[in-house]
């Protein structure tokens, strides 16, 4: 009888009605249809997916993502997302990582040719406080706007990667004003806080883009500008 089921019903998994060997009587057992119905081939890919995946409700919704969220997009249980990731906090750095490769493209058009330090980090901070409003990804990878991480994640190392990445691309001979990398290092830290103290309050009234750049070049220009003569001894 159990394999004329199996024969006429491939699709379904048989179990033993009982407790002792007889198979006598059996009862189907529904498979899940989770992935979609195509199960990745191994962890790297289900590690892709559940990031991708990620990506798209960031996108859609704008805000935070639970890993319920994530579970019940894809189809499968909670655990078995919480075995790549360990928090939603953890997934969703994971996402805004994988979304920041076309800002810093876009970054990189914005302030192309800027060669004075000053010039291109104003430029840079203004840009990137623009897009985080319009990129929940980048927000949450830069701030604690979007979820409930903890406040010292502004200075995680993926932040200050990103933060690396970014400065890396500017045209700045970042050398001939006196920075090495540990330097470079300590101005990302210094950066980081600024934008987050505009994330956190942008100002009441918030300041038009030519005064944020005025602003800018003032304080933040100035801290930059002394790096140089700090480099040579003189302060």
């Known amino acids: 009888m159990l394999v004329s089921l199996y024969d006429h019903f491939p699709g379904i998994r048989y179990t033993c009605a009982d407790a002792e060997r007889r198979c006598d009587t059996v009862r189907p057992v529904a498979r899940r249809r989770g992935w979609g119905g195509s199960p990745p081939a191994n962890d790297q890919e289900a590690h892709s997916r559940i ?97 409930n991480v903890d406040p010292d994640s502004l200075t995680s190392e993926q932040a200050k990667a990103f933060g690396m990445s970014m400065i890396r691309r500017f045209d700045v001979d970042w050398e001939k004003y006196g920075y090495d990398d540990a330097a470079l290092l300590e101005l990302v830290e210094y950066v980081l806080r600024t934008m987050h103290s505009f994330f956190v309050s942008p100002g009441n009234p918030p300041r038009t883009e030519e005064q944020l750049r005025a602003y800018l070049r003032r304080w933040m220009g100035s801290a930059i500008a002394a790096q140089s003569e700090y480099a040579k001894g003189g302060l």
Do not use: C, K, W
């Open 51 to 147: 990031v991708a995946t990620a990506v798209e409700l960031i996108g859609e919704t704008g805000a935070a993502i639970s890993i319920a969220d994530v579970a019940e997009a894809l189809g499968v249980i909670r655990q078995t997302v919480y075995r790549y990731f360990p928090s939603a906090d953890a997934l969703m750095t994971a996402a805004a990582i994988a979304s920041v490769d076309g800002f810093l493209d876009r970054l990189t058009a914005h302030v192309a040719g800027l060669g004075d330090p000053v010039e291109a980090m104003t430029e840079g901070v203004i840009y990137t406080l623009a897009e985080v409003r319009r990129t929940p990804h980048l927000g949450i990878l830069l701030s604690n706007s979007y979820s």
